[in-house]
């Protein structure tokens, strides 16, 4: 079975920094996508970064420019950097991993705060 663990989440100021970390117990190539999601209180979980198997990435319009996704395939880990950060970034943020055909795994979160 498939573990996601995330780390690195905590206490900032706006406009600080925070790295998050994720470790899959396999070869991340083996996933099609590897994702970050956040989920603040009373709203939808939602999509804000995702690194295809090739190393493609994209954003979620409201972090573009200020997250970064990367990766280090040797370790099986996923990275998000967040900076210049608001106090709307302030969520549990999940890892996820997709493998087709159906297959989707989740992490158990990082609470990340943001105060203002």
């Known amino acids: 079975q498939v573990q996601l663990v995330e780390s690195g989440g905590g206490l900032v100021q706006a406009g600080g920094s925070l790295r998050l970390s994720c470790v899959a117990t396999?070869?991340?190539?083996?996933?099609?996508?590897m994702n970050w999601y956040r989920q603040a209180p009373g709203k939808q979980r939602e999509l804000v970064a995702e690194?295809?198997?090739?190393?493609?990435?994209t954003y979620a319009a409201s972090v573009k420019g200020r997250f970064t996704l990367s990766r280090d395939t040797a370790k099986n880990t996923v990275y998000l950097q967040m900076n210049t950060l608001k106090p709307e970034d302030t969520a549990v943020y999940y890892c996820?991993?997709?493998?087709?055909?159906?297959?989707?795994?989740w992490g158990q979160g990082t609470q990340v705060t943001v105060s203002s």
């Open positions: 996820n991993a997709r493998r087709p055909p159906g297959s989707i795994y």
């Open positions: 396999e070869t991340i190539f083996s996933f099609s996508t």
């Open positions: 690194i295809t198997s090739y190393g493609a990435t």
